[in-house]
Nanobody, 121 residues
Framework: QLQPNESGGGSAHAGLSLKLVCVLP????????RAWFPQLSGKSRESVAV???????IVAPFVEGPFTISRDNAKGISYLQMNNLQPEDTAMYYC???????????????WGQGTQVTVSS
């Protein structure tokens, strides 16, 4: 089964940065929008950012500024740069690929297994 492959999670102190990386096969990457969904324990997944093949993006207002999404189309990779991390950013972060430039998880076709981000104060 085709699945995005995430990496880059880990532990960080508040104020520091992490960069998440997600790899998909090229033929899927080129035909999908790429997104990142953090999920807090016991809560539903809520996208923080999505990016189209041409670089158009939607970023959730509550992370706009500290978080930046990007993609390398030649390598089939999407990134989530997370700056100035805070304890409330602690979550499992899922890479996703979907059919629309939307923060709505209903448009997602492929889900990764997630990478844990833990931020301590």
């Amino acid at each position: 089964q085709l699945q995005p492959n995430e990496s880059g999670g880990g532990s960080a102190h508040a104020g520091l940065s992490l960069k998440l990386v997600c790899v998909l096969p090229g033929y899927i990457h080129c035909n999908t929008y790429r997104a990142w969904f953090p999920q807090l324990s016991g809560k539903s997944r809520e996208s923080v950012a999505v990016i189209g093949y041409g670089g158009d993006t939607i970023v959730a207002p509550f992370v706009e500024g500290p978080f930046t999404i990007s993609r390398d189309n030649a390598k089939g990779i999407s990134y989530l740069q997370m700056n100035n991390l805070q304890p409330e950013d602690t979550a499992m972060y899922y890479c996703a690929a979907g059919r629309a430039l939307s923060l709505n998880p209903d448009w997602i076709t492929y889900w990764g297994q997630g990478t844990q981000v833990t931020v301590s104060s």
